[in-house]
């Protein structure tokens, strides 16, 4: 079983910064691609970031430049760190995890609020 439990997030004023960090609870994070999605009001979930076992990145055209993907697998967690934040970034993103022989993401944190506004 893999939990993800996620933290940071919040309210921001647009071209601040904020960090995100989502931890694999119960399990080691090696062997599993990481990544982030999210959702805004009315919209559909979609992928902001994401990382493989090896450290290969992968951004969403939304984020490049702005957003940084990263993992410690010796701490068992990823990162999200987000800079010049915009207020079209509003929206709950969610950490997702899936073991390297998946296909698809099925392991999901419980999701945070990030609000930009001034």
């Known amino acids: 079983q893999v939990q993800l439990v996620e933290s940071g997030g919040g309210l921001v004023q647009p071209g601040g910064s904020l960090r995100r960090a989502c931890a694999t609870g119960?399990?080691?994070?090696?062997?599993?691609?990481m990544g982030w999605y999210r959702q805004a009001p009315g919209k559909e979930r979609e992928v902001v970031a994401l990382?493989?076992?090896?450290?290969?990145?992968n951004y969403a055209d939304s984020v490049k430049g702005r957003f940084a993907i990263s993992r410690d697998n010796a701490k068992n967690t990823v990162y999200l760190q987000m800079n010049d934040l915009k207020p079209e970034d509003t929206a709950v993103y969610y950490c997702?995890?899936?073991?390297?022989?998946?296909?698809?993401?099925?392991?999901w944190g419980q999701g945070t609020q990030v609000t930009v506004s001034s």
């Open positions: 997702a995890a899936r073991y390297t022989s998946s296909v698809a993401y099925g392991y």
């Open positions: 119960g399990s080691s994070g090696s062997g599993k691609d």
């Open positions: 990382i493989t076992s090896g450290g290969r990145t």
